[in-house]
C-alpha cells in the first residue's frame, strides 16, 4: 500500500469534507498523484474528490467488503492516499462484519495510516486538547498524526486550543478560523451533488487556498505512512451482463465506482442513458436503474413516455434490475413531498411515498430468494441502505430476505416479478 492519511473528527459536522477536498487540490497542485477514498457507504463526497484532484475516488467499507474487494482498493498506486473518514472516528456497528465494524478506525487499524483529527473547536478552547488525548489513546494501533483546530473565533480562541493539544502532546497541524461562506449546499440525502454544484471548481479552489493559508501542508504531508498489511489476493466484482444499459442523469446517480471500474475491466460494456431526457434504454444485456433522487423529478419521469415505454419494451425481453430510486421507479407508482401520486414504469407493485418521510439507515445483509442479474439464488449480498420514502405497497414477491448489521429482519425485501427485480440496497459486494 502507499503511505497515507486519513481525514476523521470526533462526529459528523466537523469540517472533514472541507479539509479533505482542500488537500487533495492543494497536494495535486504540487505534482502528487494523489488517491482519494471514502470511507463507508457514500456516493456523493466521492465525485466531489475526483473535482478536486483529477482521480477517481473509491469506498473503503470493513463492514461490507469482503477482504479480497478491500484488497482491490487498497492497492492501487500514487504517491499518497487521503481517505475521507465517516460520522466520528470509532462509530461503526456493534457486530462486524468481513474486515470490521465499518469505522474508520478500523481502516486506520488495517492500513496503519494515520489519522488527521479535525476539532470543531466552537464552545470550548483547552478542552479540545482533553477531547484530543482521550481519542489518541482510545484504541491501539490508530495512530493520532495531529490536529486541524477548526472554526477558531478568534486568535485568542485559536491561541487556547492550541495550547490544550499540545499539552496533550500532540502537534497542532492547523487551525481554520469560522467562515460560514465556504459550505456546501446540501439536500435530505447529504450534500447535493456535485454536478449540480453551481460553481464547484470556484469552491474547491477555496477550500485549497484556505487550507494552504492556515495548515502546515508539509508537516500534514509528512505524516503519511502505512504498514505492511497481510491482504488477500485482489478480487473484484464480476459483470453482471455483457452490455449494461445504465441509467445516468441527476435521477440516476448512486451507483459505486468501484463496481463500475470492476464491470469495464472485465470486459463488459457500460450504456449510459437519461431517462430525465427522456432516452429509452438502448439495446443491451441487462437495463439497471441506480438509485438517486427520483422524488424530486417525480414528474418528469412520469411524462418521460419514450422512456418508460422502452424499459417496459426492454423489460419484456431482458432482465431489468432497480436499486433503491431505481426500484422505485420500476413500481407502480411514486407520491412525491407533496403527497401528489406520479404514476411510474408499472413493472412491480411497488408504491412508495415521499411525502410520508422516515429516514431508513444501514448495513444490509441479503440473502437472495431467486437469481438477480450477477447473482445466483442464495446469494449473500452486502449493502447499505439510505432513503426517506415509505412503502405503501410491496405485493410482490420478495426477491431476498434482508438484515441490518445486528442480524434483526427488515420488510425492505426487493421485489420480483419476471425477468424484473428490485431492491433498496445498493450493492457493495458479496459476501465471502
Known amino acids: 500500500m502507499i503511505p497515507g492519511l486519513i481525514v476523521s473528527a470526533p462526529r459528523s459536522g466537523s469540517g472533514k469534507t472541507t479539509v479533505t477536498l482542500g488537500l487533495l487540490r492543494a497536494f495535486a497542485e504540487e505534482g502528487l498523484k494523489v488517491q482519494p477514498y471514502k470511507c463507508g457507504p457514500d456516493y456523493i463526497d466521492p465525485a466531489f474528490h475526483k473535482a478536486a484532484c483529477g482521480r477517481e475516488s473509491f469506498n473503503l467499507d470493513t463492514w ?75 484504541r491501539p494501533g490508530v495512530r493520532i498524526a495531529g490536529v486541524i483546530l477548526n472554526r477558531a473565533a478568534s486568535p485568542r480562541h485559536e491561541r487556547l486550543c492550541r495550547l490544550g493539544v499540545e499539552a496533550a502532546g500532540l502537534p497542532v497541524l492547523g487551525a481554520l478560523p469560522r467562515r460560514g461562506d465556504l459550505a456546501l449546499p446540501e439536500r435530505h440525502l447529504g450534500l447535493v451533488q456535485a454536478a449540480e454544484h453551481p460553481d464547484l471548481e470556484a469552491a474547491i479552489a477555496a477550500y485549497a487556498e484556505f487550507l494552504r493559508a492556515h495548515c502546515d501542508l508539509a508537516a500534514i504531508r509528512a505524516a503519511a505512512s502505512s504498514h505492511a498489511a497481510e491482504l488477500p489476493a485482489p478480487r473484484a466484482p464480476k459483470p453482471p451482463a455483457q452490455r449494461i444499459a445504465l441509467a445516468q442523469d441527476e435521477a440516476f446517480s448512486f451507483i459505486y465506482p468501484h463496481l463500475l ?26 437495463c439497471w436503474l441506480p438509485g438517486g433522487y427520483p422524488e424530486l423529478h417525480a414528474g418528469r419521469l ?69 437469481p438477480m442479474p450477477g447473482h445466483a439464488s442464495g446469494a449473500r449480498l452486502r449493502g447499505h441502505e439510505f432513503h426517506y420514502s415509505t412503502i405503501l405497497a410491496q405485493p410482490d414477491a420478495p426477491l431476498a430476505v434482508v438484515r441490518d448489521a445486528e442480524g434483526a429482519t427488515v420488510p425492505e425485501t426487493g421485489s420480483r416479478r419476471g425477468l424484473v427485480s428490485g431492491t433498496f440496497l445498493h450493492l457493495i459486494g458479496e459476501a465471502s
Open 64 to 138: 461490507a467488503m469482503a477482504p479480497e474487494l478491500l484488497a482491490a482498493q487498497l492497492t492501487r498506486g500514487g504517491d499518497l492516499a487521503l481517505a475521507e473518514g465517516s460520522m466520528g472516528l470509532f462509530d461503526g456497528v456493534a457486530f462486524p462484519g468481513e474486515s470490521g465494524s465499518g469505522a474508520t478506525a478500523d481502516l486506520s487499524a488495517l492500513t496503519g495510516w494515520p489519522v488527521v483529527l479535525v476539532l470543531d473547536v466552537s464552545g470550548q478552547a483547552q478542552t479540545a486538547g482533553a477531547l484530543a488525548a482521550g481519542m489518541a489513546a482510545f
Open 261 to 286: 471500474e470492476a464491470w469495464r475491466a472485465q470486459g463488459a460494456e457500460i450504456l449510459p442513458f437519461s431517462p430525465l431526457a427522456d432516452e429509452a434504454p438502448p439495446e443491451a444485456d441487462l
Open 302 to 370: 412520469a411524462a418521460a413516455a419514450r422512456f418508460l415505454g422502452g424499459l417496459r419494451d426492454f423489460a419484456a425481453r431482458r432482465p431489468v434490475h432497480g436499486e433503491c430510486g431505481g426500484y422505485m421507479v420500476l413500481g407502480e407508482a411514486l407520491a412525491d413531498a407533496k403527497g401528489e401520486r406520479h404514476a411510474m414504469a408499472g413493472l412491480l407493485g411497488l408504491v412508495t411515498s415521499y411525502e410520508k418521510r422516515r429516514m431508513h439507515l444501514g448495513y444490509r445483509l441479503a440473502t437472495l430468494s431467486a
